[in-house]
């Protein structure tokens, strides 16, 4: 491949243009729920460890996204990815919302940091696909166009992460509305699998529906957790403060 050419290729004309606004306006969108994701993810750790699981996390995310595009067209239809990869984000956004509310140990903290980055590169790689596709998409086959937007998603995730992070430890909603934005992502992902597609075709409100259930259950499925562990003895005051604010809260 003559990297070169990349650069010199290039038309500068109003469509390119166009396709450079569509990117960033596509990075925007998309870039959010893996946002909420890593900001969940290392909402546990100390603060001056965040901006290191953040940054790692999101550089080795977009890693695998160059990569991802290469297969991506092909990816999308294989049966069963898209419905386990959909069932691993249920499971995450779950997992997330209940350690919203566990107990900060410090002496779990340097384990804690490669914990998060492993649920944010594992989780990333499963939603970025719709991603990689719809940049791909808009780059229009121009290899410029497609490394800008790939690499675009990096500061946008970064600065949206830190931003969300510092947010849930002041309003702790943020947590549960998070939680209920990556079920409803992992219950579309389980709908658009082929395998599901074709043995189910339900209309937008009806799939809108299957999607809602999913983020609802989520949540509800994270506060009886929740509400489990809060039962336990031992707990100390702080840790039972989290928990009944956690499962307090409704959408």
Not at 27 to 50: C, E, H, T, W, Y
Not at 77 to 91: D, P, R, S, T, Y
Not at 128 to 142: F, I, K, P
Not at 238 to 244: D, H
Request: without cysteine; charged residues 15%.
């Amino acid at each position: 491949m003559d990297f070169g050419s990349i650069f010199t290729n290039i038309s500068w004309d109003w469509k390119f243009f166009v396709s450079i606004l569509s990117i960033i306006l596509i990075n925007f969108i998309l870039s959010g729920d893996n946002a909420v994701l890593i900001a969940m993810a290392v909402r546990k750790l100390p603060k001056n460890q965040r901006r290191k699981g953040i940054a790692f996390g999101s550089g080795v995310a977009v890693v695998l996204r160059i990569v991802l595009t290469f297969f991506v067209a092909k990816l999308l239809q294989i049966a069963f990815l898209k419905l386990i990869g959909g069932l691993l984000i249920l499971w995450i956004a779950v997992k997330l919302f209940v350690d919203g509310g566990g107990e900060e140990d410090p002496e779990k903290a340097a384990g804690t940091l490669w914990q998060a980055i492993r649920l944010i590169v594992i989780a990333d790689l499963t939603m970025s696909l719709d991603n990689v596709l719809a940049v791909a998409g808009a780059s229009h086959g121009n290899l410029f166009l497609l490394i800008f937007g790939l690499v675009l998603s990096v500061p946008i995730v970064v600065f949206t992460s830190n931003l969300l992070s510092i947010l849930m430890d002041k309003f702790p909603i943020i947590i549960l509305l998070g939680a209920a934005l990556l079920g409803w992502v992992g219950g579309e992902m389980i709908l658009t699998d082929p395998f599901i597609e074709k043995w189910i075709h339900p209309g937008k409100i009806v799939e809108y529906s299957i999607q809602l259930a999913f983020a609802v259950g989520v949540v509800m499925t994270g506060k009886i957790w929740l509400r489990w562990r809060f039962s336990k003895p031992a707990q100390d005051p702080e840790t039972q403060k989290k928990m009944v604010d956690l499962s307090t809260h409704s959408i």
